[in-house]
């Protein structure tokens, strides 16, 4: 196996476009004709699921099953505390967001890279395979509905498995193939959309939590364009991707940004700071500025602050960790008040973001080994 690899800054430039373009996609701002950024907003998660398909095959170069699949399955339990941020009822029926699609990719990732390695090619139609599998289990599917199941695996559900694990195939294959390959599907992706669009073929490219055709090939534009874009900047000019800036900060605190600029945006409209405040009405975009402006402070003070020392060691332990992940589910079953419940959900979802390394440290710092 090839030695462990360095960091690589291209993949937090990704997550960090695809953060930004989150802000858009929350904001849902619905003033000044901002309706039609929907959809481009809509468009985050596909950044940030392809470059997380990479970091999770560098996991496989540097540890062994053991820590990895535990540390995952501590993200996905940890990271329903943001479904409740994002939906009061989750506990009514369970579904995967946006954390618990990432943490069951991630580990499937991660067995198919550390138990098989396969040629780069095969990632690429694994991506085909899982998108064609979504409306093969719709159908057997149909009528058929298992509470806790059903919609983790296809749509109506928010992240099904099927098709969104595509993604992080789809990433791992542009990051690893030859970049004039990315090129070149762009392109062919792009040639597909626009013919079938001038032959009438019902592609409805804007659906995308029942991941239509069209927005299949749409996401396959995107991946392979950004890829190709960045690994070919990257490749003649590499001092451009070793400054910190505000996108690698951003990538590389993607899970604090989730925490912090949702709440913001939902406080920020409730107080409908959009529409009464007549420069931003005027100016909506002054809007995402504003989010972005308060989530970087907001995260650079979190950050500040877990560098205490006697507060970060308390996290060392697992039964910490164990019960963070007991009082995610308790406090909305036993707690009546919905808003302190909210308050909870938030905290918690914080403190997993900022001391998540050190539960990876808990597990893996005995089972790390690097392959010659």
């Not at 940890?78 to 369970?94: K, M, V």
Request: aromatic share 18%; proline share 4%.
């Amino acid at each position: 196996m090839k030695p462990t690899p360095q960091r690589d800054t291209t993949i937090d430039i990704l997550k960090g476009i695809g953060c930004l373009v989150m802000i858009v996609a929350h904001s849902s701002l619905k003033i000044g004709g901002y309706e039609q950024f929907k959809f481009w907003g809509g468009l985050a998660p596909v950044l940030f699921f392809a470059a997380t398909g990479v970091t999770a095959a560098f996991q496989a170069q540097k540890y062994k099953p053991r820590g990895v699949l535990l540390t995952y399955a501590f993200l996905f339990l940890l990271g329903f505390s943001f479904n409740r941020i994002t939906d009061p009822g989750f506990l009514e029926e369970i579904e995967f967001d946006i954390i618990q699609i990432v943490a069951i990719s991630s580990s499937l990732i991660y067995l198919v890279e550390y138990y098989l390695r396969p040629r780069v090619w095969v990632y690429l139609l694994l991506g085909f395979l899982v998108f064609g599998l979504k409306f093969i289990l719709q159908k057997l599917l149909a009528g058929i509905f298992i509470i806790g199941v059903t919609n983790a695996l296809i749509p109506p559900g928010i992240f099904p498995i099927f098709p969104w694990l595509f993604l992080f195939f789809l990433g791992l294959f542009a990051y690893r193939i030859n970049n004039y390959v990315n090129a070149g599907l762009a392109a062919g992706f792009g040639a597909t959309l626009i013919i079938l669009q001038k032959i009438n073929f019902p592609i409805d490219i804007e659906n995308k939590w029942d991941m239509s055709l069209g927005y299949f090939l749409v996401c396959g534009i995107l991946v392979f364009s950004a890829f190709f874009i960045l690994r070919f900047i990257s490749s003649g000019r590499e001092k451009i991707f070793k400054y910190e800036g505000l996108l690698t900060f951003l990538g590389k605190n993607s899970l604090l940004f989730l925490y912090v600029h949702f709440p913001i945006i939902l406080y920020l409209k409730e107080i409908r700071i959009h529409r009464n405040v007549q420069l931003i009405f005027h100016h909506p975009y002054l809007f995402w500025l504003l989010v972005l402006g308060l989530t970087l402070i907001i995260m650079v003070i979190l950050i500040w602050l877990a560098k205490w020392k006697f507060g970060a060691q308390v996290f060392d332990h697992l039964p910490v960790w164990i019960g963070m992940t007991a009082l995610v589910f308790a406090a909305g079953l036993f707690i009546s008040t919905e808003r302190f419940v909210y308050i909870i959900e938030i905290g918690l979802g914080l403190l997993t973001a900022l001391f998540y390394p050190k539960l990876g440290t808990i597990f893996k710092q005995k089972n790390s080994f690097s392959k010659e």
